[in-house]
């Protein structure tokens, strides 16, 4: 950049001013936009849209019930073992919510000090999605924060005679 008199000057452009694509008297290859009201309101054969409308079934009252009940619970389990991993509770208090593997894997990452970011601070749960995989089982991915930092977690919940449990846990 030049100066005069001891001001800058604005940056030359390098590139061409941007034109507007009009079909008949633009750059070969612009196409004519699509008018949306009177295009066709069918999304494929009529095939497709059975398999379309079976695979996103319309959710009853009891699958709306049993998603919130997951939903609460896996906040709550994954809370908690994040707090467990932190060491701010023990990892036995995991034992009426988590399977035995779940809790021994919990008190390892707390003893051993090796969850990602642990010295940026403790870990605060940010979200939470729960994909119910089958009727008694969901799949539950989860973000938390450490500092500025964001990291994620996945685990299983399944639900058993005494209700839902922590199946699995893993933190990234």
Same mark, same amino acid.
């Given at each position: 950049?030049?100066?005069?008199?001891?001001?800058?000057? /604005? %940056?030359?452009?390098?590139? /061409?001013?941007?034109?507007?694509?009009?079909?008949?008297?633009?750059? /070969?290859?612009?196409?004519? !936009?699509?008018?949306?009201?009177? %295009? /066709?309101?069918?999304?494929?054969?009529?095939?497709?849209?059975?398999?379309?409308?079976?695979?996103?079934?319309?959710?009853?009252?009891?699958?709306?019930?049993?998603?919130?009940?997951?939903?609460?619970?896996?906040? =709550?389990?994954?809370?908690?073992?994040?707090?467990?991993?932190?060491?701010?509770?023990?990892?036995?208090?995991?034992?009426?919510? *988590?399977?035995?593997?779940?809790?021994?894997?919990?008190? @390892?990452?707390?003893?051993? !000090?090796?969850?990602?970011?642990?010295?940026?601070?403790? *870990? @605060?749960? @940010?979200?939470?999605?729960?994909?119910?995989?089958?009727?008694?089982?969901?799949?539950?991915?989860?973000?938390?924060? !450490? =500092? +500025?930092?964001?990291?994620?977690?996945?685990? !299983?919940?399944?639900? +058993?005679?005494? +209700?839902?449990?922590? %199946? %699995?846990?893993?933190?990234?």
């Amino acid at each position: 950049m030049a100066s005069e008199g001891g001001f800058l000057l /604005p %940056a030359p452009r390098f590139e /061409p001013p941007l034109q507007r694509c009009r079909p008949e008297t633009g750059p /070969p290859g612009c196409r004519p !936009r699509l008018d949306r009201g009177s %295009a /066709p309101r069918s999304s494929g054969s009529p095939g497709l849209q059975r398999v379309l409308r079976s695979s996103h079934a319309a959710k009853n009252g009891q699958g709306d019930e049993r998603n919130t009940a997951a939903g609460q619970f896996a906040r =709550g389990a994954l809370r908690m073992a994040l707090e467990a991993v932190d060491g701010r509770r023990p990892a036995g208090h995991l034992g009426p919510f *988590a399977e035995p593997a779940v809790v021994a894997a919990v008190r @390892t990452l707390a003893s051993a !000090r090796r969850s990602p970011g642990r010295e940026l601070g403790t *870990a @605060t749960l @940010t979200r939470v999605d729960v994909i119910m995989v089958e009727a008694a089982a969901a799949e539950v991915c989860a973000g938390y924060d !450490r =500092g +500025g930092r964001h990291f994620a977690l996945a685990a !299983r919940i399944v639900r +058993g005679r005494s +209700g839902w449990r922590l %199946a %699995a846990f893993r933190v990234c």
